[in-house]
């Protein structure tokens, strides 16, 4: 069989032929290399060992039960299993969200569908569309507005009502079949769909909405609102109007008029050596200066000049219009229209709101702003400029990072007699129990965190509130953790102004030092890990896991064997490294291990 790297880049290839329809997808799903690279991918996420409705997790994979699970694809007996529906709370709400877990074997059969539709519709997809997607995210949507929203003066801030939940099935497949015509993988697309959930062990058949849980779930909510985004790119041809000279208004003009006039003034004056010609010359035209950087250039509302931008995470868009507010009414209307008529959802009233562009909006978590700042700037020939105006603004808002640090429990609020509040760092109880270093490290994953994801703010300076108040919870914690004062806990770990904590490893002492590197404002987007997708490859290859599961050598005793099994344990410090296979996972640190079927049973005997 072909290798999945040269199916998934000829899939790639015949995608940029619009007009083409893909056959005998089907076939792939019986390509065992395939399900390697899903096993690979499945077994870095933290959910693998995670139990869905058949007991089943990742432990106990072996190519035995890839030819099980093959079988029962060529065959059509593959059904999947319902997932298994659990509560996560929402932050900041009372209300919870649901999440589904799939059994394993689904996941893996997911996965390898998901790198096929990838392959597919990947190509094609909006420029405009950020969530779920490789090598984007959060921080590309948010550098999109920045960079294409200048000048807006109103924003149309959309939310779908429960989209990934009242996702039509029907219409779902529709748009699938427009580029797929293979019956078999669409009936498995069916079956996915229709898998139903588990809730309080009471079976639930799933109507509407993308299979939860499961990885294909995000990459099928795309494929469905891509047609939004076709839309919106129709509307903005539509819409946008721009003549090749916009002419100023009639103010600026004038000012402009009498300025050229003043610097010919100035010049016949410098000519003559008229002193009193040119201080009043250079008077006038200061004047004239200044009061031309406060005169808009053009009309706030021109006819001939109007524009739509548009950018869409998830089930989240905002769209901004040059123009009026009857035209963001108009604009918010025809969306919701085709959203009710050729979608079948339904845009959120509460959420969905038109704002002038002076005011703030939150997307993204995020507050986003047009300037109005008439400040200038010399450019490089030495004019000045307003540089800013009409610029897209980007803040931190303040209860983000004041709500972490009550979340976090790093600090109390105390109520004053005259009503004022005051903020006190406290100590983290949880964290007492922890080795230093480790306490360390979580305060600085916590900082670095926050910092990561608004790094983009033009006011992210204001983190170093948050990053005060967490210094001092750390010293508390620390304090608490040795029943000691502030003054020894300095004395014992700072070195050189800076808090340092020694800690021995197998290649001897090391140190962790606490987080130190500033708020500056960064522009480029954070590294991969802030968003929710883990970093792409276009084209995915075998890592050492696979190579050990296809190496025919037990890592326990040694033995060779065309069966190999690999054992999964959640984390490693959960082994205390009582026996002989958990004091190899710890000596080889990792969370898998390739053993022969007798060492898999004995293993089992212990856990």
């Given amino acids: ?52 409705v058949d007991g089943e ?8 039960r890839i030819t099980r699970i093959i079988q029962s694809v060529k065959d059509h007996s593959y059904q999947p299993n319902p997932v298994r529906r659990t509560y996560i709370a929402k932050k900041n709400s009372n209300k919870k969200r649901p999440l589904g877990i799939p059994s394993t074997d689904d996941k893996l059969i997911q996965e390898v569908v998901r790198m096929l539709l990838e392959a597919i519709y990947e190509p094609n997809f909006s420029d405009y569309s950020h969530g779920f997607r490789p090598n984007r995210s959060c921080h590309t949507c948010l550098g999109q507005i920045k960079r294409m929203f200048t000048g807006t003066k109103w924003f149309v801030e959309g939310d779908i009502k429960g989209c990934f939940d009242n996702i039509d099935h029907h219409i779902l497949i529709k748009i699938i079949r427009r580029r797929i015509n293979d019956e078999s993988f669409i009936e498995l697309l069916w079956k996915f769909l229709r898998a139903g959930y588990l809730e309080s062990w009471e079976y639930n058949t799933t109507y509407s909405g993308t299979p939860q849980g499961s990885g294909v779930s995000p990459l099928l909510a795309n494929v469905y609102l891509s047609e939004l985004d076709i839309f919106i790119e129709k509307m903005k041809k539509g819409f946008d109007r721009q003549e090749s000279y916009r002419k100023p208004q009639k103010a600026y003009s004038q000012i402009g008029g009498l300025l050229s006039y003043w610097k010919k003034k100035l010049k016949t004056a410098k000519d003559e050596a008229n002193e009193v010609e040119i201080c009043k010359a250079e008077k006038r035209i200061k004047e004239l200066n200044a009061k031309l950087r406060v005169t808009p250039c053009y009309e706030a509302l021109d006819s001939n000049f109007k524009k739509i931008q548009y950018t869409r995470y998830a089930d989240d868009f905002v769209i901004g219009v040059i123009g009026s507010k009857a035209d963001s009414e108009e604009i918010k209307k025809r969306v919701g229209i ?43 020939n030495g004019n000045l400029k307003r540089a800013w105006y009409g610029q897209i603004k980007l803040y931190v808002p303040k209860e983000k990072w004041f709500n972490k640090l009550l979340d976090y429990k790093a600090m109390y609020i ?13 100590y983290r109880g949880k964290f007492i129990n922890m080795p230093d270093a480790q306490i360390v490290s979580q305060f600085n994953a916590e900082i670095r965190g926050i910092y990561n994801y608004y790094r983009l703010a033009g006011n ?13 919870s750390l010293y508390k914690t620390f304090g608490c953790k040795y029943r000691t004062t502030y003054k020894h806990i300095c004395k014992k770990y700072k070195r050189n102004g800076e808090f340092v904590v020694k800690y021995k490893t197998k290649g001897g002492m090391k140190e962790i030092m606490f987080y130190h590197d500033g708020f500056r404002k960064n522009g480029k987007p954070a590294p991969d890990f802030v968003d929710t997708l883990p970093p792409h490859r276009r084209y995915p290859k075998k890592n050492s ?63």
């Fill in 1 to 52: 069989m072909r290798s999945p790297e040269i199916v998934l880049k000829n899939l790639e290839e015949k995608t940029k032929d619009k007009s083409y329809r893909f056959e005998r997808l089907y076939r792939n799903l019986y390509n065992p290399e395939f399900y390697l690279l899903a096993y690979q991918k499945i077994a870095t996420s933290e959910g693998s060992m995670t139990v869905g």
């Fill in 414 to 426: 105390k109520k004053c007699k005259n009503g004022q509040e005051l903020w006190k760092p406290t």
């Fill in 460 to 472: 992210v300076s204001v983190l170093d509130k948050f990053y005060r108040i967490m210094k001092a």
């Fill in 57 to 64: 997790t990742l432990d106990g994979m072996s190519m035995a």
């Fill in 338 to 380: 085709f959203l009710k008529e050729e979608l079948n959802l339904e845009l959120s009233d509460e959420k969905t709101k038109i704002t002038h562009s002076a005011e703030l909006i939150r997307f993204l978590g995020y507050d986003i702003s047009v300037s109005r700042s008439k400040d200038c700037m010399r450019d490089k």
């Fill in 545 to 607: 896991l696979i190579n050990r599961l296809q190496a025919g050598e037990c890592e326990l005793c040694g033995k060779k064997t065309d069966e190999i099994i690999m054992h999964h344990v959640r984390k490693l410090k959960e082994l205390n490294g009582t026996t002989l296979w958990e004091q190899k996972m710890l000596d080889i640190r990792r969370k898998s291990l390739a053993v022969c079927p007798d060492c898999f049973k004995t293993i089992k005997t212990q856990v």
